[in-house]
């Protein structure tokens, strides 16, 4: 079955996500900070066991498989924080994992999946067999469970629950709904999810700058393809080449626009979120934060910024603090 | 009124701090991690506002300030993590503050402490008047209320409020009380406190090698203090001269043991932090990680680290990353 046969996801779908992961994760805390004496939120995705909001669509995806899905195991595709999110849930529910992955992704994301017990199959981004092409053959071969990193409803269902774990931590301190979250986008997983949770929020999506296909996708009204010739971007975690149908649905519905940030803007949020919340944010993850800290996004009401993982080499991230970039 | 001739601090003291605290700032996250397939839970106060756990005790204080108290002003004594609770606390109350702070303290904790309206008096550390004195002197000339940094009931009762946020937790998640709470420790108002939350966990209070005067009081019965030739740490959050009697009188009941770790046990665990929770730990809020991660710490049952603040300035961060040091 491809992604794009499978069932739209839905509102109720993210409500029966998040009651799953709450028995499960605790929630990441929201961080209240201030940009320019603005008040914003900061979702601290970053502080999921694996470093990243992608253990909520993982969870959900498997635990929702059959036992016959279960033995027959899943293979997954990913720069690393899917990897880790199917790696985990995988492991906790005794499900053979196979995780695809470029051979120059991270070197923490390549150890921590291994560690946790799944195969990895690298791929070699640039030339070569497509990942999903790869990923599908593997899947075919083995009778496993694709599990893709944003085209599947039940993963953009499970990220879809940040965004109703942010609407009761708002609330429980006596505040409003959040009036915009502004969330990294890779392939649109996220953003749907929170599109689908957060019905009344603004939803702002922001890619790395030369990689910003959703936000064309959104502007020409179809579904744009990153170039060949994309620039080198420090957000390895969104690189994905194109949304998917599934993705881009809820999108057309709910996002009016998208928005990019530079390396130079993504390392100045990286430090904003050393200085100011004392925590490691991976570049990608840092996309949202660098946007509003470079103006590009409205900040009156009540902003919310999803910091969506911090998965970073120790030596990538001392050269951002040193500003050696 | 000197801190020995206030009044005992309470358990019941420590509830109506938390009761206090819990109107205004969120819990700070329990992390689960492991160590050695050990599992363990680590209490993040570096993600409080003031990135360190020193709000909680700056804010009972303060609050309980009459109204005549309050127009003369406080002063605080810190080398940078009181300090900034004090001036957090001040500034939300409309209370003026001055801060007796080292010359040599961490820039980024100078910075934050004056950002939020502070008046910060210097002091110079090895020379000079002690920083006592000097700000008992402050006191007296200006009216103002001295907050001592730990030697102060309301300030111990404040910090405690830590350890029944963490058995909240824990009880939250289905696990039983912690059978252990291993703590940083630099005068022993966080110890005290927790020692007083917690009554039936053992408090395991950790000091910077040469600057374990708490440890040797404990283990011969009487305040010690540190040398004046101790030797440099890089902690500076814990470099204290000696305990008082209003903190010592609880941790001799309560507290059979201090332990010390080395800077280069303080660096494994920053590093470890950095790697496993995407947190930035100052070197004085890892020494409680780094006891447990250099063996020396019996981790068995429920044992919660106190990860007690994250301000560092970026190129310390850095070259701990990069192993520079």
Redesign the interface.
Known sequence: MSAQQMHSPTAEGVARAAAKIAQLL?R?????TEIGGQPIWCK?E??Q?V?AFKIRGAWHRLTDLGEAERKAGVVGVSSGNHAQGVAWAAQRLGIPATIVMPVDAPQ?KLAATRAMGAEVVLYDRPGGEDRDTLATRLCQERGATLVHAYADPWVIEGQGSTGLEIAE?MAE?GLGAPTRIVCPCGGGGLTAGLALACPDAAIVPVEPEGWDDVRLSLERGEIQRVPADAPPTPCDALQTPATWPINFAVLQKRVPFGLFVTPAEVRAAQ?FA??R?????EPGGAAALAAALAGKVDLGGRTVIVLSG??TD??S???V??QQD
């Not at 990441?28 to 209240?32: A, R």
């Not at 919340?277 to 944010?281: E, K, R, S, T």
């Open positions: 605790p990441t805390p929201l961080l209240e601290a970053s502080l066991p470093g923490v931590q301190r430090r050393f200085d919340l004392h925590l490691v944010i911090g998965n120790p030596e991230f001392a050269r603090l040193l």
